[in-house]
């Protein structure tokens, strides 16, 4: 289990519907649907009594309700404490929805900026747009420009992704494939994905994902089994390309597999903040 399973577990307690909470986490019904079904399967038992549409706690989900809500208020602390620290260091506060970005970033300022130090944190759309909007964030790492005179946007990068297939798959000699004709296939998965994962679970629900934490792990189970995977074309996934060294790389053609992350600022934010969102909006 995760951090924002358990912020989805606390939605759907609260909002006491599926498709309520789903709403108010801006991610689809069935992507909810199955992350709560996860979270039970690995808990081992159901966490809500079905009535109809509203689901109720049961007695398994209110003692799972108070320990997540524990958690949640730790992992809160935790991060208030952090924020303490950036303030009084040069280090800068950042959200972002992907990692692939974060790591562009990271770049540029080291090329820039040697002496900053960045936090990060992987959160939600919404979540980082609200950070930065109401100054949780220094910078943030979006899917689109925010239109508010109090908040600067800079387009930093694009990322596309494609599907590594073995040889003598019935779509590896493909020039592009969509994600229908991909659904119900079983990938290798990486874990700290950020909204990609999401991208997974709403456009391929018939799709079984094997998961992994570890990086180095992940990269040798993508040499040596024979289970499709993802790669993309950002520079910080170039590691994989002797992975898929002998296997076709097929480009997914839907919009769903192609995002442009812009960083996000408020115009009034910290000089070292200001510093680095012009140059990269130079660059």
């Not at 506060?93 to 300022?109: C, D, I, K």
């Not at 759309?125 to 908040?151: M, W």
């Not at 709403?202 to 799709?207: I, K, N, V, W």
Request: with cysteine.
């Amino acid at each position: 289990m995760d951090l924002e399973q358990l912020r989805q577990f606390e939605t759907i307690e609260r909002e006491g519907t599926v498709s309520v909470a789903a709403r108010a986490l801006h991610i689809s019904q069935p992507a909810l649907s199955r992350s709560l079904g996860r979270l039970e399967n690995e808990l081992g038992q159901p966490l809500f009594d079905r009535a109809g549409r509203r689901l109720v706690l049961n007695d398994a989900g209110r003692v799972a309700l108070e320990h997540v809500q524990q958690i949640l208020r730790a992992e809160r602390a935790m991060r208030d404490a952090l924020d303490d620290v950036a303030r009084r260091t040069r280090a800068l506060r950042v959200g972002t929805v992907a990692p692939a970005p974060l790591w562009r970033l990271t770049a540029l300022v080291t090329e820039r900026f040697p002496g900053l130090v960045l936090t990060s944190q992987m959160l939600a759309k919404a979540e980082v747009e609200t950070g930065v909007v109401d100054g949780g964030l220094d910078l943030g790492i979006g899917l689109r420009p925010i239109a508010l005179p109090a908040v600067r946007s800079s387009r930093l990068m694009v990322e596309n992704l494609s599907v590594v297939l073995p040889p003598g798959h019935a779509l590896a000699s493909r020039q592009s494939v969509g994600v229908a004709e991909l659904d119900g296939e079983t990938f290798l998965l990486l874990k700290d994905i950020g909204f990609w994962r999401q991208v997974c679970d709403q456009y391929l629900p018939h799709s079984v994902f094997i998961v992994q934490e570890d990086h180095a792990v992940f990269k040798e189970m993508t040499r040596s089994s024979l289970l499709p995977f993802f790669i993309t074309d950002a520079p910080s996934f170039s590691d994989f390309s002797t992975s898929a060294s002998g296997r076709a790389v097929v480009p997914i053609r839907d919009t769903a597999a192609h995002a442009t992350f812009y960083l996000l600022a408020r115009t009034d934010c910290r000089q070292e903040a200001e510093n680095l969102f012009d140059w990269v909006s130079r660059q």
